[in-house]
């Protein structure tokens, strides 16, 4: 599954699918997004966001804790940025080459599910990309 998969079952992608070069990691990029989310919106929306710890979770030795970790609720493949509302904003960021990072099981068919439940749910080429995403959600909830 690509990132035209996503896009073809619904899911929106925010950022220039053609950028191709130099960008900061992926997870630089959150870290710039909740930062100024959290200054931004920081009664509210800053408040509420979260970011589940999936990825990366099974090494050496760490089965037995996986399935613990999975029965109490953790979900493979979560978005990156989550934010409850009666409409949750569920965003997958990427960087802005998106080509330069990797999909982790389960993510593209959370993303979709998502979708399919009524939720904003999206895909962020880069931080910039993620805001101008939050931009659309908040004007979406303030026109419900």
Known sequence: MRLSDVQ????????????????PVEAMEQ??????LRQDHPDTWG???LHPRNEQ?????QHRGLIRQRAEGMTPGAADIIIPARV?????MKR????????????RE?????????????VAL????????LEDWIAILDGC
Do not use: M, P
């Open 31 to 36: 870290i710039t997004f909740f930062a100024r």
């Open 96 to 107: 802005r080459d998106h080509t330069k990072s990797a999909w982790q099981d389960g993510q």
């Open 57 to 61: 979770q099974l090494r050496g030795g």
């Open 126 to 133: 880069g931080c910039d990309a993620a805001w101008d995403a």
């Open 88 to 92: 949750a904003f569920v965003c997958e």
């Open 8 to 23: 073809n079952a619904g899911v929106r992608v925010y950022g220039d699918t053609s950028y191709r070069g130099a960008c």
């Open 110 to 122: 959370y993303l979709i599910a998502a979708h399919d439940a009524e939720a904003f749910a999206c």
């Open 47 to 49: 408040k509420l966001a």
